[in-house]
């Protein structure tokens, strides 16, 4: 029977169920495709700096720095463009690099210390003209794409507007002191501006070095670019800035070149508009200039009685 009993034993078969492994999401490979697109561009920012000369690299910099003055002044950036306004640092009056000054650098006289602060004023002042008057042509449909014909400085003895000749744009007819209607424009433009400036303004003409057809008869490139200061004078007159801010309108013939490396070059041909400071000023007309000044307008009559009508 004991026997019988173990056969007749039911045999028990336990299934041990084994639970599948949890489904998993698809961020890692968001990651994973976030990762590989960083690694991408990381290579290729270092292959771009690799391949970038470091004048690219100035360039790109002072666009975003100052985009509208890299638009106005020309150049692949402030730091390539031939107008720059060089110099560094709190004192906008040097034209180098500024230092950190000792102890001692900084005492003063009170005479030194009122000069300082007025050349500082003016440099802040011919700045703000600048602007203005890049703010203007970029602003103006009709002149913004002269804008690369008009160069701005500011020098030691103040705010120098270039307006330039350019091969496919001529301000004048060659051998002509007639006005280009668009450089009538920009005159009239520059003469708005200077409306409200109390510093005198010098006037000059410049030419290439390219003889003139006439000038055996006694007509030169010195008389051309007298009239074609008086000219421009005329146009800015004509925008309503006042005859007595001028300090003088003088014909420099091809003796100053703006490019010395190509005198015949159409950048030559230029009209240059100086925003005087008051320490150029006064080197000019000899002295500080009294309350009443009677005689502002004498350096222009000798200086047009030279030149032609």
Do not use: C
């Not at 004023?121 to 913004?144: D, R, V």
């Not at 109390?198 to 007298?226: F, P, V």
């Not at 074609?228 to 800015?236: G, H, K, Q, V």
């Amino acid at each position: 029977m004991a026997g019988d009993s173990k056969k007749l034993q039911p045999i028990i078969i336990k299934r041990v169920k084994k639970g599948g492994h949890a489904v998993h999401g698809g961020a890692w490979k968001i990651a994973y495709a976030d990762f590989v697109t960083a690694m991408m561009a990381f290579f290729l920012l270092m292959w771009l700096l690799g391949s970038t000369t470091d004048g690219d690299k100035k360039g790109i910099s002072d666009y975003f720095a100052s985009p509208l003055k890299v638009a106005m002044q020309g150049g692949a950036g402030a730091g390539a463009s031939n107008s720059i306004i060089t110099g560094g640092g709190n004192d906008l009056t040097q034209s180098a690099g500024q230092t950190k000054k000792s102890d001692g650098d900084k005492k003063k006289t009170p005479s030194e210390q009122a000069k300082a602060e007025a050349a500082k004023k003016e440099a802040k002042k011919m700045a703000a003209i600048s602007e203005k008057i890049a703010a203007a042509m970029s602003n103006s449909t009709k002149l913004a794409e002269f804008s690369s014909q008009v160069k701005l400085e500011i020098t030691p003895d103040g705010l120098q507007i270039q307006i330039v000749d350019d091969r496919r744009r001529p301000m004048f007819d060659s051998g002509s002191a007639v006005v280009k209607p668009y450089m009538r424009d920009i005159l009239r433009e520059v003469g708005l501006a200077l409306m409200d400036v109390d510093n005198k303004i010098s006037l000059d003409g410049h030419t290439d070095r390219q003889a003139y057809g006439g000038g055996a008869l006694g007509y030169s490139n010195w008389e051309l670019s007298a009239d074609r200061a008086n000219a421009s004078r005329r146009e800015l007159m004509a925008a309503g800035m006042p005859e007595d801010k001028l300090a003088r309108v003088v014909g420099m013939g091809s003796s100053l070149p703006f490019d010395p490396n190509d005198p015949s070059a159409p950048s030559n041909r230029r009209i240059s508009i100086l925003v005087m400071t008051k320490e150029a000023e006064e080197r000019l007309l000899g002295g500080p200039r009294p309350p009443q000044d009677l005689g502002a307008d004498a350096p222009i009559e000798a200086t047009a009685a030279k030149s032609p009508p």
